[in-house]
């Protein structure tokens, strides 16, 4: 075990500036590329898009890059900048997200991205590197300075006192372990930083940073915390037409929240429910006319949608207080991350991303402020859903193949032990239903959903229709599908779907059993997945519970949990409750079999046929 010195110099290895990579190819070539999630696009005065995404995925592995168009769109360039930190000589990977690009009052583009010790270490930091001539043939970037701690997304705004104001975010505690599944190299660990940096929780908040430089230096202002749990906050900045400032936050379950500072961002409101949204990115951005534009999930614009679909653009004549209009940019499930830009004639570019851990594209919308009010494009150049950067599928697949392969070695080892699947299982022919607005989804818990008694918990043999569901491969475009790398079917790694009892739903629950046999007492090791809440019980005991504890990844995955377990010589219960995400309704239950154990659904298994 690390002393806490020692963790503390891992951690200052995020100090050290990265390297701009201006000739990234072929290293960083579209062919390379396995990943997309959109951060940002920026037009220059001399009418260049820069966009950015990040690559590698959102983990410790991340990493950005950025391309350019001189077409409005249309077509891109290769990767021009790649802001990739990891360095092999370095004892763990450092991490690069954010990267939004800005261009300033004078016409030079900043880039403000986020640092950090494997994939968030506490602290983390916002980095900034200018380029002064962004239209160029060969662009030329400043050397990285690191403004303050945390994470910033959203675009800097200039205030009517010619101050620069930046909104960033210092998540919470909770953030540092949530992904710790995604630490993918044998060089992290994502619960290495778990204790440090409480000096700094004062601060995770939601900030302003502000500078009175054009950018040369930034003081930390003020900043508001959210009453409702939250994970990134991403906030986005307006100065109102009174001179406030305005505050638009997100949060995990309870949508968009907003806050108010009429001293230049010292003192804020108290937040309150603003919008109601799925938990993910909006956009909200002053138009040259004066408007303001909102990209957001959903339409009408009140509407929470179940997932991240239907991403639409509105329209505010009023500072935000009525929004009109409605132009879906695009209504698939799995889009989202939107960020604009706009030009001196009126044009908007909105960028976004597809199914970003499996598509991984990321996507413009060209369009005017006459399309979002007719609700349709109307103007001569608007263009929907162009490709601004899709990855090489082969190596995505690669990607997710070494990701099982980590999370196999990290939970099992090198065992010898074949892991097999419960080969059925019986389900309860019915479902529970909690209401969503008493879900606590914190970093992917289901209060109070799991703890719900339900009737086969209660009294399992008095009038439970059973239904017996065999593992199959996971649905095509499920989040639990996934490549198997050892050459072997789906089937064999015991996805089991709640589909033939409810379709998902947020807050649905489903109860399935198994019983296995052992000729002696033992230890056994379970891997696990859920989609999207589990509590797994053997013999009575509790060993994964998330009414009580956090998940620690954002995707679901068929290896996701490891759980080793005592098992007694006989019939042993297993017991699998699972809560419904959106999206997604199943659980996966592997187990470690030397060849020896037997399985049942039957409650009297000592009398039946096993498998």
Not at 81 to 99: F, N
Not at 300 to 311: A, D, F, G, Q, Y
Not at 597 to 606: D, G, M, Q, R, V
Request: include cysteine; glycine fraction near 8%; charge should be negative.
């Amino acid at each position: 075990m690390k002393s806490l010195d020692e963790i503390r110099e891992l951690a200052d290895l995020a100090l050290i500036p990265p390297l701009l990579n201006t000739n990234p190819l072929p290293k960083y070539g579209y062919d390379k590329l396995d990943y997309g999630m959109t951060v940002g696009i920026e037009r220059t005065r001399g009418g260049r898009l820069w966009a950015s995404w990040v690559a590698g995925g959102d983990n410790a592995k991340a990493y950005m890059v950025f391309a350019t168009s001189d077409d409005n769109g249309t077509t891109w360039s290769d990767p021009r900048l790649v802001i990739d930190p990891a360095e092999e000589s370095m004892p763990l990977t450092r991490s690069a997200i954010g990267g939004v690009p800005w261009l300033d009052p004078q016409g030079r583009l900043w880039i403000y991205f986020s640092m950090s010790a494997s994939y968030f270490d506490g602290r983390m930091g916002i980095w900034t590197t200018r380029c002064d001539n962004p239209d160029s043939e060969s662009p030329e970037w400043s050397a990285p300075t690191r403004i303050w701690h945390g994470f910033a997304l959203n675009k800097p705004i200039v205030l009517s006192s010619g101050e620069w104001a930046l909104p960033a975010a210092l998540w919470p505690r909770e953030n540092i372990t949530c992904c710790a599944i995604e630490c993918l190299t044998d060089r992290d660990d994502g619960t290495l930083f778990a204790d440090s940096f409480h000096e700094l929780d004062e601060y995770r908040i939601s900030t302003v940073l502000v500078s009175s430089d054009e950018g040369l230096s930034w003081e930390l202002r003020g900043g508001v915390k959210l009453p409702c749990a939250r994970d990134f906050d991403e906030p986005v900045l307006i100065e109102r037409q009174d001179g406030s400032l305005w505050m638009i936050l997100r949060s995990l379950s309870e949508g968009m929240w907003q806050t108010t500072s009429n001293d230049e961002g010292i003192t804020w409101s108290e937040p309150t429910p603003w919008l109601a949204h799925v938990n993910s990115r909006h956009l909200v951005q002053r138009l040259p006319s004066g408007r303001l534009l909102l990209v957001k999930h959903g339409i009408p614009v009140e509407v929470r949608t179940k997932s991240r679909s239907h991403l639409t653009a509105y329209l505010s004549e009023d500072d935000g207080i009525t929004w009109k209009g409605g132009l879906v940019l695009d209504q698939r499930d799995g889009v989202s991350y939107p960020d604009g830009a706009m030009s001196s004639d009126g044009t908007i570019f909105v960028s976004y991303d597809y199914n970003r851990d499996t598509d991984g594209e990321v996507l413009l919308a060209r369009f005017r402020e006459e399309d979002v009010f007719a609700g349709k494009g109307v103007s001569s150049d608007a263009a929907l859903c162009l490709t601004i950067s899709r990855p090489n599928p082969h190596a995505v697949i690669a990607r997710h193949v070494a990701r099982k392969e980590a999370i196999l070695r990290r939970l099992v080892g090198n065992t010898t032990i074949p892991f097999t699947h419960v080969p059925k299982w019986r389900v309860w022919d019915g479902v529970a239903e909690v209401a969503t607005n008493k879900l606590n989804m914190n970093n992917g818990g289901a209060l109070p959903a799991l703890s719900t008694q339900l009737p086969p918990e209660i009294c399992p043999e008095s009038g439970i229709l059973w239904i017996e569901l065999t593992p199959a491969a996971p649905p095509s475009g499920s989040m639990l599908s996934s490549h198997d790398p050892t050459g072997g079917t789906h089937g064999r790694e015991g996805f089991v779907s709640f589909a033939n009892v409810s379709s998902a739903g947020e807050g649905k629950l489903g109860y399935a059993q198994a019983y296995v046999h052992s000729p002696e007492g033992r230890r056994v090791t379970f891997i696990l997945g859920a989609d999207f809440w589990m509590q797994f019980r053997v013999n009575g005991k509790t060993y994964i519970d998330h009414s009580i504890e956090m998940r620690p990844t954002w995707a679901p995955d068929l290896h996701e949990f490891r759980c080793d377990v005592p098992i007694l010589a006989g019939w042993n219960l297993i017991e699998v409750k699972v809560a419904s995400g959106a999206l997604g309704f199943a659980f996966a239950c592997q187990i470690g079999n030397p060849g020896d154990l037997k399985f049942s659904t039957t409650a009297k298994p000592e009398i039946a046929a096993v498998s």
